[in-house]
């Protein structure tokens, strides 16, 4: 059993920047994939970024990539979410994700745990 928490959000200017944090629980957060998803009001969740067990590769919505940077620190059971140049159209709840595959995918049905979700507002 995986516990994940977010933190991180709130509202920010069009070009501006937040870092999202994800803290999970138990002590085998280093054999998990990570991701981390978004929903807009009225839209489906959508795949925003992944990273493997060991932060060896990282996966990115088209729409984000140069702008958005998802990284781990295992020590410390922690995954981030670097959001930069932000736009009004990345407002959503993002939710953090725990894969027991740890190669990683961009697959909601594939995640096995699902944090509560931390709101992302970006003002025009």
């Known amino acids: 059993q995986v516990q994940l928490v977010e933190n991180g959000g709130g509202l920010v200017q069009a070009g501006g920047s937040l870092r999202l944090s994800c803290a999970a629980s138990g002590r085998t957060f280093s054999s998990y994939a990570m991701g981390w998803f978004r929903q807009a009001p009225g839209k489906e969740r959508e795949f925003v970024a992944a990273?493997?067990?060991?932060?060896?590769?990282?996966y990115y919505k088209d729409s984000v990539k140069g702008r958005f940077s998802i990284s781990r620190d295992n020590p410390k059971n922690t995954v981030y979410l670097q959001m930069n140049s932000l736009k009004a159209e990345d407002t959503a709840v993002y939710y953090c994700?725990?894969?027991?595959?740890?190669?990683?995918?961009?697959?909601?049905?594939?995640?096995?745990?699902w944090g509560q979700g931390t709101q992302v507002t970006v003002s025009a």
């Open positions: 990273i493997n067990w060991n932060g060896g590769r990282t």
């Open positions: 994700a725990a894969d027991s595959n740890p190669h990683g995918s961009s697959g909601y049905a594939d995640y096995d745990y």
